[in-house]
């Protein structure tokens, strides 16, 4: 397996400077490091790809910056959705010149949008016919495009690996992935085992916190489970670590994290990837 780590364990968001975190990353033994990508964020690719390659350290992207509402591919209107196609082509091309090997989130609609219904049956007509076409572009720019289910506090259209499958079978193309939170999953599944069966060779990845988002270890998520699957499975792709670093002004109060688990990215990235690895080693005195 390999690992890595949002850039929100130590910052509210990408800035020039900020490529010097790439450094920092790889000096603590990752192999990857996650960008959040938005209208507030600027990437100068060069410079990123010349310093990731240099170090030897992957580069991954997501939307979690400045995402306008109704650039949304599952959306009502067919405006907003071809909106939604044009943000997500953008941030693709952005992540192809800068060597990114993914890109991951909640694609098929937009974080934050919750309709209390069950999603129908047309949403995913729709969102599966614009995977689909992104799936493509991305493709074409080098970059695998990864879903990722949120809880339904999050989203209202993907929170099972059932519907993620489900989506990726409708969209039927080869470039379409998944990504598993450990965080979002506390609420939607009881066996995390099976949803990493259930997604199989379409895993590219996990997101890896606790329950309250604090370091891996120590909390509610079932590790041993998880872990056990994965080896099932043979994955062999990435375990990111993500949470909002609490010391940084108002950043993670302002995404709704009240509470002080994440003061020193370091410390946690130190902490989860001791912890993670001895899971992976399947070390008993890790759970």
Not at 178 to 203: F, K, P, Q, S, W
Request: charged content about 30%.
């Amino acid at each position: 397996m390999k690992y890595g780590a949002h850039i929100y364990l130590w910052s509210d968001r990408w800035r020039d400077e900020s490529v010097e975190l790439l450094d920092r990353a790889k000096a603590l033994g990752l192999d990857l490091f996650d960008i959040s990508v938005g209208d507030d964020i600027h990437v100068a690719p060069k410079v990123v790809a010349k310093r990731a390659e240099a170090l030897g350290l992957d580069i991954s992207f997501s939307p979690g910056g400045v995402w306008p509402m109704d650039c949304d591919i599952s959306d009502d209107d067919p405006v907003n959705r071809e909106l939604g196609m044009e943000w997500h082509r953008h941030w693709l091309d952005v992540a192809g010149e800068t060597g990114a090997i993914a890109y991951s989130g909640s694609i098929y609609g937009h974080t934050g949008k919750v309709i209390c219904r069950p999603p129908l049956d047309e949403e995913y007509e729709r969102t599966a016919e614009n995977l689909h076409k992104l799936a493509e572009h991305a493709e074409r720019a080098g970059v695998k495009l990864v879903l990722e289910p949120m809880s339904h506090f999050r989203t209202h259209l993907v929170n099972k690996p059932q519907q993620v499958m489900r989506l990726i079978e409708m969209s039927d193309h080869r470039n379409l992935y998944v990504l598993l939170d450990t965080y979002h999953m506390i609420t939607e599944v009881r066996d995390y085992g099976e949803a990493v069966r259930i997604v199989g060779d379409r895993l590219w990845g996990i997101h890896a916190c606790e329950n309250d988002r604090g370091a891996p270890g120590g909390g509610l998520v079932p590790w041993e489970q998880l872990f056990g699957a994965l080896k099932e499975i043979a994955f062999d792709g990435y375990v990111t670590m993500e949470s909002y670093n609490s010391s940084v002004g108002n950043f993670a109060c302002s995404r709704g994290m009240f509470h002080d688990v994440c003061p020193d990215g370091d410390e946690f990235v130190r902490r989860g990837l001791e912890f993670l690895r001895q899971c992976e080693d399947g070390d008993d005195q890790a759970f």
